[in-house]
């Protein structure tokens, strides 16, 4: 029984991913829960804009790298990020203004604006491939490691290494002030404090004299760099695949109804609940187990209680629990 | 003040509002009572600008304002209140109060980041502001609550005081009075009364109960049917045959008989 080197294994294979990839789903879902709070529909094309955003950050981290302008240890990604989110702005107010004004003056029903998002999903997805193709880019630079699991063993003498990347750790900073920032903005600001307004009570926000087309030009802006600052994280932490952003839609979806639509604060619980219940399931335990059990036995399966090709059954499997039990979410949302 | 000239608004083939015209005299409360379907509620909403007017007009101080953008119809002064509360549920009731006078300097992105000095300023005269409606309506114990926690009458002073926050010439009642007690109900009409002698608002209110109306409102118009039935004061709208017949109901007729022998 070797306790130690145990809790080593699981904290290298389940908690520091499923920190990481919390991360990217709570501010990915942040951006999902805005867009319901304050445009009131389910924005089917977000994964797309997450992708568009970081495809630009990809683009210009390219040409910096050309340049030979880099940030030493940190991936240059980070330099690129302002354009990726002035690029994603540009975009989602281009397609408010040419596609959601028109449905928002005819109020059409919410769930005709989803099936117009998943138009613009469409769209957007093939103006992606069109761009940059559908291969599979890596763009990290810098510095891979903070901790080598080769040091770490030395370090310690465990005979288990614990391994944490540059790019995870990024993630949770960068998450951090993403989400200090945004709290700040919505609490304490005015022009946040109008923005929350115009979620509680549309009708009431109108005849307070709030404009409520700066309310939404707003939104999309705060949208456009949630989205382009987690579709970079996810990017950097796994690699780009303009597919895989599509595929994404269902854990920040699953983590935006789980915390309750609407509710920025239940975007991020929801967002590590899924990420911790999706790795947790579908991690081999046989590592751990054979630490924990006796000296020289070991279990002849991989202890593992999905196969990770169902990753996003978990998703979807806590969707619908969450759905039949508490269709709020945990931070009581507005009901789907 | 207001002046509506033969509006109609109409659902698909059904005639909420057909044909009525009416005038709003500066600084009176003008009473609209009338029976359920009248047509009262979507006469407010196509004059406060929540519905276009199928067709007709709306003037205000003389110049239309027909089919304006309720946030366009608050930069000038016309503010209304709704049958069922609204509030942001997720707010105090100070802050609640807070967010109504529009064009703060903190509403654009720019001074958001770069402007804290003279948004924090602003900030302090609305929070004293704000302190001192809700004085002048006795709900300043309610306060720091959130608003979607007080009960159904405090809400109703809530979107009274919400019209406090800026100088609002016309302020459209809907049924302020829907729902709540004798005591509250008071102190609602005596905020009204108070309002309209002390800083010259002028109001139109929706009201079912006659007692209220009685108290209150000079001059009272009857509406039924989408079109305005008959215009006088409370007694002689209270007298009127047609009215009776048509809202109030044969009970009203005999309480006077009775009072009067």
């Not at chain 2, 109060?97 to 609305?126: C, S, Y």
Request: charged residues 20%; proline residues 3%; aromatic residues 10%.
């Amino acid at each position: 029984m070797d306790f130690l080197n145990a809790l080593v294994a699981f904290t290298n294979f389940v908690i520091v991913p499923a920190s990481a990839y919390g991360a990217q789903l709570a501010i990915g879902a942040l951006g999902v829960t805005l867009i319901y709070g304050i445009l009131r529909f389910s924005n089917f094309a977000h994964g797309e804009t997450m992708a568009f955003g970081t495809m630009v950050v990809l683009l210009v981290t390219g040409l910096f790298q050309q340049w030979g302008i880099s940030l030493g240890p940190l991936p240059t990604a980070l330099l690129a990020l302002p354009f990726g989110i002035a690029a994603a702005a540009a975009l989602v107010l281009f397609t408010d203004k040419t596609v959601y004004k028109f449905y928002r003056r005819v109020k059409a029903a919410p769930v005709m604006l989803v099936i117009v998002s998943m138009g613009v999903m469409f769209m957007m997805n093939g103006i992606l491939r069109m761009i940059i193709g559908t291969d599979d880019r890596r763009f990290a630079d810098g510095e891979r490691f903070i901790i080598r699991a080769r040091d770490f063993k030395e370090w310690t003498g465990l005979s288990e290494g614990l391994a944490i990347r540059t790019t995870q750790v990024l993630t949770i900073v960068v998450a951090l002030i993403t989400v200090a920032l945004l709290f700040w903005f919505l609490n304490k600001t005015r022009t946040g404090k109008s923005m929350r307004a115009y979620s509680d009570n549309e009708d009431l926000a109108l005849l307070s004299g709030i404009n409520p087309e700066r309310v939404v030009m707003i939104t999309w802006l705060v949208v456009a760099a949630l989205a382009t600052v987690a579709g970079t994280l996810y990017g950097l932490d796994k690699s780009f695949k303009p597919f895989v952003y599509m595929q994404l839609l269902l854990p920040i979806f699953a983590s935006a109804i789980v915390g309750g639509l609407g509710s920025p604060l239940g975007a991020i619980a929801g967002g590590f609940v899924i990420a911790f219940s999706e790795i947790t399931l579908t991690y081999a335990f046989k590592k751990v187990v054979t630490y924990l059990g006796p000296d020289g036995w070991s279990p002849d399966g991989l202890v593992q209680l999905l196969s990770t090709d169902y990753k996003f059954a978990v998703s979807f499997a806590i969707l619908i629990i969450v759905l039949l039990f508490k269709p709020t979410g945990l931070f009581k949302g507005k009901s789907v | 003040m207001i002046e509506v000239r033969d509006l109609h608004m109409h659902f698909g083939g059904f005639r909420a509002v057909d044909g009525a015209s009416l005038t709003i005299e500066k600084g009176t409360i003008t009473g609209l009572i009338g029976p359920n379907g009248a047509g009262k509620t979507s006469l407010f909403n196509c004059i406060a600008g929540v519905l276009t007017p199928t067709s007709g007009h709306v003037f205000f101080d003389g110049e239309e304002i027909t089919g304006m953008k309720p946030h366009n119809l608050f930069h000038k002064g016309i503010l209304r209140t709704f049958q069922i509360a609204h509030e942001f549920h997720s707010m105090t009731c100070r802050e609640n109060l807070m967010m109504v006078p529009a064009g703060q300097h903190g509403e654009t992105l720019w001074n958001t980041w770069f402007g804290r000095k003279r948004i924090a300023d602003e900030e302090r005269a609305l929070r004293a502001k704000a302190d001192e409606v809700l004085e002048f309506l006795t709900i300043e114990h309610i306060s720091d609550l959130k608003a979607g926690e007080v009960s159904g009458g405090q809400k109703k002073l809530l979107e009274l005081g919400r019209t406090m926050m800026v100088d609002a010439k016309m302020v459209f009642l809907d049924e302020v009075g829907a729902g709540v007690n004798r005591t509250l109900l008071y102190t609602i009409g005596d905020a009204i009364k108070r309002l309209n002698v002390e800083r010259g608002y002028t109001f139109c209110m929706i009201e079912h109960d006659m007692d209220f109306i009685k108290q209150l409102c000079d001059p009272v118009i009857v509406m039924a049917q989408g079109s305005v039935m008959a215009t006088g004061t409370a007694d002689e709208i209270m007298s009127n045959e047609q009215v009776i017949e048509a809202y109030l109901g044969t009970g009203v007729k005999n309480k006077k008989k009775e009072s009067a022998s």
